[in-house]
């Protein structure tokens, strides 16, 4: 779903920046580097990215040799482009994404399954556009800290995206994915993870 007014000027200003850098970005590279999985020059997917400060992040860290970004939202797109990055932004659906089967190394998702009432449907697309060994790099809040936010700041989190962490993760197994490590992220409702789809999924 879109954003509503007040939540697309939260995800536009220095402190989503900061918290995108310092604590999402660094904690996914923190954990690449615990497996020892190095991207730099591979084929990365930024999955709802935003205005693309974080597809900045993906270039500046991994030198990609191929760099693609898509947002639901057409405002973000363009905001995305005058960043002139090389990296191909396009408008498109995470339930549905408009990219080949086994294409990408990585696939970044920087907060936002808890925005998509069909979620689960966005976790076997992932999976679907991932090479054999590709990893997916997830940040998420569940439901309980979905429920205090749309609460207390009047953020539009669909009903939908109400998961629980164990439901969370079932899915992302029962869609051929193997979490290598995941960690709360400040609060026990924000949560960072690591996957992997492996070579053989007889493995899992």
Not at 87 to 104: P, R
Not at 127 to 151: H, Q, T, W, Y
Request: charged share 25%; net charge neutral.
């Amino acid at each position: 779903m879109k954003l509503n007014k007040i939540e697309f000027m939260l995800m536009n200003n220095p402190a989503r920046r900061l918290m995108q850098k310092s604590l999402e970005f660094k904690k996914f590279k923190y954990f690449l580097n615990r497996n020892d999985i190095n991207l730099k020059g591979k084929s990365i997917l930024d999955a709802g990215c935003g205005s693309g400060y974080s597809t900045y992040l993906l270039e500046k860290e991994y030198s990609p040799s191929k760099l693609y970004a898509f947002d639901l939202m057409e405002s973000q797109i363009d905001l995305a482009k005058k960043r002139k990055l090389n990296a191909n932004f396009f408008v498109g659906d995470i339930t549905k994404i408009g990219v080949h089967e086994e294409e990408f190394d990585a696939v970044f998702v920087f907060g936002v399954l808890h925005h998509v009432p069909a979620w689960k449907e966005a976790i076997k697309e992932f999976s679907r556009v991932l090479k054999p060994g590709g990893v997916l790099l997830l940040e998420d809040m569940n439901g309980d800290a979905s429920k205090f936010f749309k609460k207390y700041f009047g953020l539009d989190h669909p009903n939908e995206a109400f998961f629980e962490w164990s439901e969370f993760t079932s899915h992302i197994e029962d869609n051929g994915l193997q979490i290598l490590y995941q960690e709360k992220v400040v609060f026990e409702g924000l949560r960072t993870f690591l996957c992997i789809k492996p070579t053989n999924l007889n493995n899992i």
